[in-house]
T-cell receptor, first 111, second 114 residues
Framework: SQQGEEDPQALSIQEGENATMNCSYK?????LQWYRQNSGRGLVHLIL?????REKHSGRLRVTLDTSKKSSSLLITASRAADTASYFC???????????FGTGTRLTVIP | ETGVTQTPRHLVMGMTNKKSLKCEQH?????MYWYKQSAKKPLELMFV???????ENNSVPSRFSPECPNSSHLFLHLHTLQPEDSALYLC?????????????FGSGTRLTVV
């Protein structure tokens, strides 16, 4: 399949700790995107990293991409209770015109 | 609000009913998408419209019928659904078709088929 696979499926941490989520994919990609989804709501775009980039930052978010290992990670530093959500990676394989999503990592940040 | 509005937020319908889901965006985006999200499954891309023209239909049963009357509006017409069609239906839009930039999603319609 072309979608990314997130790991772990669920993660529970204390407020203030860092959270790391991983995404592996099977084919080469043009870019990889991370999204957040609060329970029962739509997805919110967080970061897009292109295949020629290795790292990208946005506020407390840091995304890395290793195309040789076909993997990406999302790091949330100094987590807050409001970060509790599901996080998805989405990939765009070459020749494809649409995003393919994984099943997500469910992050719970305990106050 | 993200700029993509979906109505209704919740819908309960019988298997013989006909209903429609509505999606509206005023972001100036040229592409719109319908996704289905079921529990513990990846998001499933259902339909893609680019400049009001359907460009992709991923083997979706005919009981789902999309309509895109203009670049700001997208509908999903539903008829004779099955209980397994119960899911969160998400609409999204992007500047152009493809994924050179991120997608903007609506909050979804939670559909329950009884």
């Amino acid at each position: 399949s072309q979608q990314g696979e997130e790991d772990p499926q669920a993660l529970s941490i204390q407020e203030g700790e860092n959270a790391t989520m991983n995404c592996s994919y099977k084919t080469s990609i043009n870019n990889l995107q991370w999204y957040r989804q609060n329970s029962g709501r739509g997805l919110v775009h967080l970061i897009l990293i292109r295949s020629n980039e290795r790292e990208k930052h946005s506020g407390r978010l840091r995304v890395t991409l290793d195309t040789s290992k076909k993997s990406s990670s999302l790091l949330i530093t100094a987590s807050r209770a409001a970060d509790t959500a599901s996080y998805f990676c989405a990939t765009v394989p070459p020749g494809a015109n649409n995003l393919f999503f994984g099943t997500g990592t469910r992050l719970t940040v305990i106050p | 609000e993200t700029g993509v509005t979906q109505t209704p937020r919740h819908l309960v319908m019988g298997m013989t009913n006909k209903k429609s889901l509505k999606c509206e965006q005023h972001l100036g985006h040229n592409a719109m998408y319908w996704y289905k999200q079921s529990a513990k499954k990846p998001l499933e891309l259902m339909f893609v419209y680019s400049l009001e023209e359907r460009v992709e239909n991923n083997s979706v049963p005919s009981r789902f019928s999309p309509e895109c009357p203009n670049s700001s509006h997208l509908f999903l017409h539903l008829h004779t659904l099955q209980p397994e069609d119960s899911a969160l239906y998400l609409c999204a839009s992007s500047q152009v078709q493809g994924a050179g930039s991120g997608y903007t999603f609506g909050s979804g319609t939670r559909l329950t088929v009884v």
